[in-house]
């Protein structure tokens, strides 16, 4: 661990080992730039609720909080200064922890909104406990419109044997924004976790999910929808590391690219101890516009032949014309077919949150999307 | 294209192992050993006596080398001490054009890996280099007639030197990691080839490179330029003798293939296994040009191999099949990488790996798709095979579309043998090694199909010979 006095120049922005020449997909140059103390309350995009009967926590950019979490001392077990500089700053100006227990038998639902500063970078890290035979469902919602601040969570997690934790991660911004998320999940044994992310545009958006399986029987599910538009950059990170035997990890993002830039990386790590695991890693990404950039890198890394599956498929084309036959002859036009493929993608990662605010967040893609959607 | 003489062809494969088993004794004229440093370099350049214009790029070369950091994504080189190497053996032999010309010691290694016998009947030409130099040329008669070149490096840099120019590290420069200057700055025997307008050679050209010492380094260059409209078919392989200390090869294969030409490249790597493998490979596809690479990485203690290819020009299309074997504590990390710049590029990028006995396979891919690089379609498959709880396999493939028009798909696989499928095969007869042997060759049948029968062949019967430790198919 550096101490806080140290020179977090000397650490680097992020450490690669994958590549003989490539450097990194993310824009850290550009958050550390917008980093700096964090100045009035940006207009949210999303003001409905979007968990119905959920508590409600509120973060704001001061670094000061509303809701029921119990709030402790800066610390975080599952991120270390040294991992790469961004996150090292983020940890060193947290000024508390904020702490989510569920205890054993208990049910929870939390909606968690972040009030994005206007400018400069906000910080908070939020610790979730869930204990044994309980659930917990978080919605960490986060939106801004004409933001050109940086807000940044770390989220851990940890999961209980035979618990459930779901998790929504909705970030919709306008292209001045620059949110950083975090989220790192340890799960034991005969544990489900799940986590879906609505990531819409921002100037550039990084999200980072990493869930680690350990025990017997154990569940990761990670379901992404992400889109970028025309000067917007969404960043995805999604990473499994399977230690569970009899485990199943999934991991699908599916992508719409508008003239922006969309970049995901995904890592499934099956380790010798997940035995009889099924595992997957798939994402579909469909270019509409032009203009746009899009990078894929899903990984895959399997010790011994205790799997009894570990696949990726990955593809990046423009919208198959044959889809786009298909529902012209049923009547629809570019509009339609969009919306149609939008709501489709997005059903099952909003499934579980409340109706009217699917509907806005559905609203804000096709209010952005472009009226022509020809390949 | 069709590759004619398959029996001789894996006779010289599977006498690469034999050839390993024992080392040659000859006579050694020079060797620089030492730190890469000036000095060394220029020693090198002066033995050779090479134009001004060739050192001043080495030397550029080592600049660059210095100034690189070491590449941070390697491993499994620790061992690797580049002051204790011999960076330039020649033995005491002369370039021969005849077989009775070279020394019996380095004849013998020759004869055990059935050379003479496949060049008489399947080669179009051949090149042996023995340690840093090449000893022998065997250039049939055809090639001549169609105005093919076919000479040792170091003679292109003298006899042709504005094409040597034009194209050597050019296509892949020296600048763009640690090893690839190192290698520039070293480099020691290696073939030229140049195939004139609309020429197409039947037969393939081969060529072979031995190292005979524990602690050398080889860094050999080749060089193929396919012009407009002709076709070149290119088998590279190689072979050493188990020391119990490490040998370095750093080698590197640069092709241009001009406008509507076509160029094979097709390499056996079966280096014995403690040799340390970096080899750098990439080739320029022009307008319409069609450039296929074929790895069978079977061999060394650890490789570093991607072969690449740049699809420049519009229609330009490329093949990539990567086939490694880790069979052991070994490590192979190979892959493929695809640049479309050119319209309507068309890549096919297959893999298939099988790790064995705690050996590890990684394979990092690149396909980058170039704005303007209009309907390019890239298909990628990576397969790999774990046979045993101590073995792994990791899959990096990156894709990058940058190309509104653009299509690209990837997908990969890790699997392992059933008991079922055991149990099936056991029931019919099947030794348990019999019955591996059978799954990896199963394994592997797509990606055979997709090869000419005869390479298919060839390919096919290195993997018997690698699992027939396993027992049964050798």
Not at chain 1, 16 to 34: A, I, M
Not at chain 2, 55 to 81: F, Q
Not at chain 2, 398 to 416: F, L, Y
Request: net charge negative; proline share 4%; glycine share 8%.
């Amino acid at each position: 661990m550096l101490e806080r006095s140290a020179d977090i120049k000397d650490v680097p922005y992020q450490r690669v080992r994958d590549s003989p020449t490539l450097k990194f997909y993310s824009s850290w140059e550009k958050y550390e730039s917008g980093m700096g103390e964090p100045v009035g309350i940006a207009n949210p995009i999303i003001n409905e609720r979007m968990l119905r009967g959920a508590e409600l926590v509120e973060l704001r950019p001061d670094g000061s909080y509303r809701g029921s979490l119990e709030e402790e001392s800066p610390s975080a077990d599952l991120f270390s200064v040294t991992e790469g500089r961004i996150l090292a700053k983020h940890l060193m100006s947290l000024k508390s922890s904020l702490k989510l227990k569920v205890n054993d038998g208990e049910n929870r639902r939390v909606e968690i909104i972040y009030l994005a500063p206007e400018a400069g970078s906000s910080h908070h890290h939020i610790r979730i406990d869930v204990g044994r035979g309980s659930s917990a469902e978080i919605a960490l919602i986060s939106s801004a419109r004409s933001s050109a601040g940086v807000p940044i969570t770390t989220m851990e997690a940890f999961v209980g044997e035979g618990s459930k934790l779901r998790i929504w991660r909705v970030s919709v911004f306008e292209r001045e924004g620059l949110p950083i998320s975090w989220l790192r999940v340890s799960g034991r044994g005969a544990s489900e976790v799940e986590v879906r992310n609505v990531l819409l545009g921002g100037g550039a958006s990084f999200a980072s999910d990493e869930i680690s399986l350990i025990g017997s029987k154990s569940a990761a599910k990670m379901n992404s929808f992400l889109m970028a538009m025309e000067g917007e950059k969404v960043d995805h990170l999604t990473n499994i590391s399977n230690n569970s035997p009899g485990s199943n990890a999934s991991i699908f993002v599916n992508g719409f690219n508008f003239g922006g830039v969309l970049v995901h990386r995904g890592k499934l790590k099956v380790t010798r101890e997940a035995i009889e695991s099924e595992n997957k890693l798939s994402s579909i990404f469909y270019r509409i516009g032009s203009g746009s950039k899009t990078y894929s890198v899903p990984s895959l890394e399997v010790e011994g032949d205790f799997a009894v599956s570990a696949s990726h498929e990955t593809s990046v084309s423009p919208l198959p014309e044959i889809v786009l036959f298909y529902m012209k002859s049923r009547g629809l036009n570019e509009r339609e077919s969009l919306e149609v493929m939008v709501r489709s993608s997005l059903s099952k990662v909003l499934e579980g949150m409340d109706g009217d605010a699917i509907e806005k967040v559905i609203s804000e893609i096709l209010l952005r999307a472009p009226s022509g959607i020809s390949p | 294209m069709k590759v004619e003489g398959k029996a001789e062809l894996l006779d010289t494969i599977s006498s690469s192992s034999e050839a390993a088993a024992f080392s040659p004794r000859y006579e050694k004229a020079i060797e620089i050993r030492g730190k890469v440093d000036r000095s060394l370099v220029e020693e090198i350049s002066r033995e050779k006596r090479e134009p001004e214009w060739m050192l001043r790029l080495r030397l550029k070369a080592l600049e660059s080398y210095n100034k690189l950091p070491a590449p941070n994504w390697l491993s499994g080189i620790d061992e690797l001490d580049l002051d204790e190497l011999i960076h330039y053996l020649k033995p005491d032999a002369a370039l021969a054009r005849s077989w009775d010309d070279i020394p019996e010691g380095i004849r013998r290694v020759y004869e055990s890996l059935k050379l003479p016998e496949a060049e008489k009947r399947v080669l179009a030409g051949i090149s042996f280099q023995f340690e840093s130099e090449t000893v022998y040329l065997g250039v049939k008669r055809m090639l001549e007639e169609k105005k093919v070149i076919m000479v040792p490096m170091e003679e292109a840099v003298i006899r042709y030197p504005d094409m040597v120019k034009q194209y050597f590290s050019k296509v892949f420069p020296y600048a763009e990691h640690k090893f690839a200057a190192l290698h520039t700055a070293l480099w020691s025997g290696g073939v030229f080839v140049y195939v004139p307008k609309g020429v197409r050679i039947p037969q393939p050209i081969e060529a072979f490179f031995f190292m005979a010492s524990a602690l050398e380094g080889q860094f050999e260059h080749t060089l193929l330029i396919a012009d407009e409209g002709s076709e070149l078919q290119f088998i590279e392989g190689c072979s050493a003798p188990m020391y119990k200390r490490y040998s370095f090869h750093d080698g590197m294969v640069e092709i241009y293939a001009h406008k509507g030409s076509k160029v094979k490249f097709v390499t056996l790597q079966n280096w014995s296994g403690n040799v340390i493998n970096f080899n750098n490979k990439r080739a320029v596809a022009e307008g319409g040009a069609y450039v296929e690479w074929l790895e069978g990485s079977v061999g060394s203690k650890v490789t570093y191999v991607y072969p690449s290819t740049i699809l420049k020009g519009n229609d330009s299309s490329t093949s990539i099949y990567t086939i490694t074997i880790s069979n052991g504590k070994k490590l192979k990390d190979t892959g493929a990488k695809v640049i479309a710049i050119g319209k309507n590029a068309r890549a096919k990028l297959v893999s298939k790996s099988i790790s064995a006995n705690g050996g590890k396979n990684v394979y990092r891919g690149l396909v980058r798709i170039n704005k303007g690089a209009m309907n390019a379609v890239v298909a990628s498959s990576c397969d790999s095979l774990i046979l045993d709880g101590s073995s792994s396999s990791y899959t990096y493939p990156h894709n990058q579309v940058e190309e509104d028009t653009a299509s690209i798909t990837h997908e990969a696989r890790t699997g392992r043998i059933s008991e079922e499928q055991l149990f099936y095969m056991r029931s019919r007869g099947l030794s348990e090694g019999e019955a591996k042997s059978l799954m990896v060759l199963g394994f592997m049948e797509d990606v055979l199909i997709d090869v000419p029968f005869e390479m298919a062949s060839v390919l096919n019967s290195v993997v018997q010979l690698e699992f027939s430790k396993l027992g049964g198919m050798g």
